[in-house]
């Protein structure tokens, strides 16, 4: 007597097999054609934004990290605001090649072509925001990892005096949004930020 297995016993496995495949090579084809250019083209399309931000610096002398919170404003192409709120307040605000930093009463200017390590750190933020690959390989090796789902920039500094303060910056992201900011220091020390969108009015 032959036996008779249910037609489904065979079928819905090989169909839901064939389901995950194709999904599987959708996604792959879609991340086959999503490189540095594209990403760049993406994050560009972002005029102004503003986002809420938690700092934490990991440095060697202390035993738990520095945690800081504010405030990040961006407008295209080159104005960028960091605003601390906790533990202290403070401003740092990059306007064209000009940082101005406050802190209670006292205000500095900077002219960023007088630093030129301080720029290219600088900019390794406000490139990125803007979408400006060649701003950002003007210092900058770049590489990039993951989908456009979840995505990681990593910045090698290409001259050796960047070299002699910053090991690496490796800057995540969700298509068209930075989700977080990590600075590896060449003395060992690192920070991270965590960035999310700040809620409506």
């Keep these: 007597m032959a036996l008779r297995f249910p037609v489904f016993s065979l079928d819905a496995p090989r169909t839901i097999l064939l389901a995950l495949l194709l999904m599987l090579a959708t996604d792959s084809s879609r991340a086959a054609g999503w490189d540095i250019d594209q990403l760049m083209r993406e994050l560009a399309q972002t005029r102004s934004d503003r986002a809420l931000f938690v700092e934490k610096k990991f440095i060697a002398i202390l035993d738990k990290p520095v945690e800081s919170s504010g405030e990040l404003v961006y407008t295209a192409p080159d104005h960028l605001v960091k605003r601390t709120v906790k533990p202290k307040p403070e401003s740092m605000t990059v306007d064209a090649g000009v940082l101005t930093i406050e802190r209670g009463r006292q205000k500095h200017r900077l002219q960023l072509q007088d630093y030129p390590e301080l720029a290219a750190f600088i900019d390794s933020i406000r490139g990125t925001l803007a979408g400006d690959r060649k701003a950002l390989e003007r210092s900058y090796r770049l590489s990039l990892d993951g989908t456009?789902?979840?995505?990681?920039?990593?910045?090698?500094?290409?001259?050796?005096?960047?070299?002699?303060?910053?090991?690496?910056?490796?800057?995540?992201?969700?298509?068209?949004?930075?989700?977080?900011?990590?600075?590896?220091?060449?003395?060992?020390?690192?920070?991270?930020?965590?960035?999310?969108?700040?809620?409506?009015?």
């Design 148 to 201: 456009p789902e979840r995505w990681t920039l990593e910045l090698q500094p290409a001259n050796e005096k960047m070299l002699a303060v910053i090991r690496n910056i490796r800057i995540g992201g969700v298509r068209d949004a930075v989700r977080s900011v990590e600075i590896f220091q060449a003395d060992g020390d690192r920070s991270l930020m965590l960035i999310e969108k700040a809620p409506l009015p």
